[in-house]
């Protein structure tokens, strides 16, 4: 799963209606505000948002690679203030809403600084407080998880890995029901809870829930955003129904009836991803003979070509090398584009490899500390092929953020929360046998023939394809 942070994370635009009585409001009142006011307003706010979100990243970042109980609490604590500042100038921006003679800039940041605050709170005095305490808390929890294997104690990034690679069905079954019930479950409340106040701050924002809130950010009405994105699915989904079908088959052929049956849902914990939402890694298992033999897998080519994952116990000066190196090959990706390399204080800043020392969020995450070119990604890399292309994933962020770096605040995010994902996808596309080739990592004699080219579909299908529900059941 990928996700992009930034603690005062503006989603663009919303096309919210303004009401008749708030048009009312601004042609009546005794000193009624004008367009140059709502310029002067939107000066302010972008100002001021500018200036915290950089004091903000940083805490955030402190907090999300050193997890304490004192680093949650400096975080909740800006997460309150970034809420409380977001929900007030979403507030205020409904007021030039309606004027007169807005430029066209002034209007989008109005939208932007009313429909875009990822978790509003109502004014209520202490619920912003409450809401930050909570996220940060399960930011937190998320981050200091553990599961079980074989009876052992293992942290998150492990199970990922771990799940991707163990075909044991018994030890899968241990991973995924331990880590559910030990991190899952237990934020359950908590969670529900924070959809609560965030559904109560939406609500008086002018949204039906914080749902519709997100969904009103891609230029066109809440509902339909959801009808084209319910059409959309219905185009995709007998080609899913049909890759469900074949992996069930396949499963079944591997495990047998008692752990994977012929019919009904498939068992999600033997589908190589802790959130079975991308089944790439068991693509071992489901592969057609013939056009499905690809003849090669990432994560081994990375091994062979002397990638060695960092022991935990190894802290001489080659620790976190070969991770780093992944990230290298990144880079490469993106010069070979035409991109400038990324800055020095990348690879001073960012964090790649899990520490030994202490809790942090593993989970991939990219970064523009000072909105200009502190760029940075977190994650705890595996060598191993999900973590080759989710670097290229992260790393399409932070050449997206570092392009739009000129841009004033509120203009300082993607075309939409989709686009940014998109960017990364789309680049992991890019991962051809023919790159593979170009970046060493290939022999080019290994390359597959057309007549692989069902494998290779297929592969690429058992991510982008079995991802697609996944995604949309998250986002209703
Ligand atoms: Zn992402």
Redesign the pocket.
């Known amino acids: 799963m990928?996700?992009?942070a930034s603690i005062a994370a503006l989603a663009c635009a919303s096309l919210s209606v303004p009401t008749a009585a708030m048009a009312q409001d601004a042609a009546t009142a005794a000193v009624a505000p004008t367009a140059s006011d709502a310029d002067a307003f939107v000066a302010r706010a972008e100002k001021d948002l500018f200036d915290f979100s950089v004091e903000g990243g940083r805490v955030a970042w402190i907090n999300a690679t050193y997890l304490t109980d004192d680093t949650d609490a400096i975080a909740a604590r800006y997460g309150e203030i970034g809420t409380e500042k977001a929900v007030g100038y979403a507030l205020e921006a409904a007021k030039y809403q309606a004027l007169p003679g807005l430029s066209y800039d002034t209007k989008r940041k109005l939208d932007i600084l009313r429909g875009g605050i990822v978790l509003p709170a109502p004014t209520t005095p202490g619920a912003a407080a409450e809401l930050a305490t909570i996220s940060t808390k399960l930011q937190s929890s998320y981050g200091k998880g553990r599961g079980t294997l074989r009876g052992k104690e293992i942290n998150g990034s492990d199970i990922e890995a771990e799940m991707g690679s163990n075909r044991n069905p018994d030890e899968l079954r241990e991973m995924w029901v331990s880590w559910h019930d030990n991190v899952g479950a237990p934020m359950g409340p908590d969670y529900a809870r924070m959809l609560e106040i965030a559904n109560k701050g939406a609500t008086e924002l002018g949204y039906a829930d914080v749902g519709a809130m997100w969904r009103s950010g891609y230029d066109m009405p809440a509902d339909d955003f959801a009808n084209l994105t319910d059409k959309l699915w219905l185009e995709v989904k007998p080609l899913y129904d049909e890759l469900h079908t074949y992996v069930r088959t396949q499963l079944n052929k591997k495990y047998g009836d008692a752990v994977q049956s012929k019919t009904g849902p498939i068992r999600a914990d033997l589908l190589g991803n802790m959130w079975a939402q991308e089944w790439g890694n068991i693509y071992d298992i489901v592969a057609p003979p013939g056009a499905g033999d690809i003849g090669y897998d990432i994560g081994a080519l990375l091994v062979t070509k002397g990638y060695q994952q960092t022991d935990v116990a190894d802290f001489t000066a080659s620790r976190g090398k070969a991770e780093k190196n992944m990230v290298k090959v990144g880079e490469g990706f993106f010069s070979s584009l035409g991109f400038a390399p990324l800055p020095k204080t990348f690879w001073d800043r960012a964090q790649f490899i899990k520490p030994t020392d202490r809790e942090v969020v593993c989970h991939?995450?990219?970064w523009d500390i000072d909105n200009v070119e502190d760029l940075r990604i977190k994650m705890c890399i595996k060598v191993n092929t999900d973590d080759f292309v989710t670097i290229h994933?992260?790393l399409?962020?932070n050449y997206y953020q570092r392009a739009y770096n000129k841009q004033p605040y509120l203009y300082l995010n993607g075309a939409n929360d989709g686009f940014?994902?998109a960017i990364?996808?789309a680049i992991a596309l890019s991962i051809t046998p023919n790159y593979l080739v170009q970046i060493g990592l290939l022999d080019p004699a290994k390359v597959p023939g057309a007549d692989k080219d069902n494998g290779l579909l297929l592969r690429q299908a058992m991510d982008m394809v079995a991802f697609l529900p996944f995604g949309l059941l998250i986002g209703k």
Request: negative net charge.
């Open positions: 990928k996700i992009l991939a995450s990219a994933h992260e399409g962020h940014h994902e990364g996808d």
